[in-house]
């Protein structure tokens, strides 16, 4: 499935709260959820794009835990192709 539509800069928020070593889920999602919420958009969608990245699916178990299992290294980069495919 594709990527959903997100403005690229929000794809990169992620990245940086990851890089930072919020990588608890509940920081993590809190982190997420402020930083999308005051770009105006909605974290849910925000989880979604970060999921589709991170895994190619729409459906997980629970995000944090998804990214954790996945590992950190393996996350970024995967996050840094969607970030490229966006660019």
């Known amino acids: 499935e594709g990527l959903p539509s997100v403005p690229y800069g929000l794809l990169q ?8 070593g919020y990588t608890r889920s ?3 999602s809190q982190c997420l959820s402020e930083k999308s919420d005051s770009r105006g ?8 794009a970060i999921r589709v990245a991170a895994t190619g699916r729409t459906a ?3 995000l944090f835990d998804t990214l954790v299992a996945i590992g950190y290294e393996r996350t970024l980069e995967r996050l840094d192709a969607a970030i490229e495919r966006l660019g």
């Open 26 to 28: 509940g920081r993590a």
């Open 60 to 62: 997980t178990p629970p």
């Open 13 to 20: 928020v992620p990245r940086r709260i990851y890089r930072a």
């Open 41 to 48: 958009w909605k974290a849910g969608d925000l989880f979604m």
